[in-house]
């Protein structure tokens, strides 16, 4: 989701509801302590040199239990941000505490923000070896395998 995506929805919502992967809920009490934009320039290991540039936020709780962000106060930290760091629309990113700080895309069901999975890759598989992946064949009641085939 990317940060204008995330202004629309705050826009339209009255409570606002984060969810983990699991489908577990964020605290109500969590605070969004920070966001920003993060800048990161790499190389991969196949020798190329990339840049990544993601809108940050990090979601934070403790024992404030008296404490609800609204969506318009989140808005009003975005305009904030915007205004005072100049962000760009890109991809947003979201820490979360768990046994150590996790990383997050961010989705959207209608009601509530969802955090969801991330995961590592190699950038430049045709430059380490790695073959690419397989098309996989769905076979039918009808279809035999045969020798040469192509289908095992």
Same mark, same amino acid.
């Given at each position: 989701m990317k940060l204008s995506e995330i202004k629309t929805? +705050?826009? $339209? +919502? $009255?409570e606002l509801e984060f969810h983990l992967p699991d489908g577990s809920a964020v605290p109500a009490h969590f605070h969004v302590t920070e966001v920003g934009q993060i800048s990161k320039r790499f190389i991969d290991c196949g020798g190329t040199v990339r840049k990544e540039?993601?809108?940050?936020?990090?979601?934070?709780?403790d024992g404030d239990f008296d404490h609800r962000l609204g969506a318009?106060?989140?808005?009003?930290? !975005?305009?904030?941000s915007e205004r005072l760091l100049n962000?760009?629309?890109?991809e947003i990113e979201v820490e979360y505490q #768990?046994? &150590? !700080? #996790?990383?997050? #895309?961010l989705d959207f069901d209608g009601k509530s923000f969802i955090l969801?999975? &991330?995961? &590592?890759?190699?950038?430049?598989?045709?430059?380490? #070896?790695i073959p690419p992946e397989k098309a996989k064949i769905r076979l039918g009641a009808n279809?035999?395998? &045969?020798?040469?085939g192509g289908c095992c």
């Open positions: 929805h +705050l826009a $339209n +919502l $009255n540039e993601v809108i940050n936020f990090q979601l934070w709780e318009s106060k989140l808005l009003s930290i !975005i305009s904030l962000l760009e629309d890109h #768990g046994v &150590t !700080i #996790g990383k997050y #895309g969801t999975n &991330t995961m &590592t890759d190699c950038l430049a598989k045709d430059q380490c #070896g279809q035999a395998c &045969t020798p040469g």
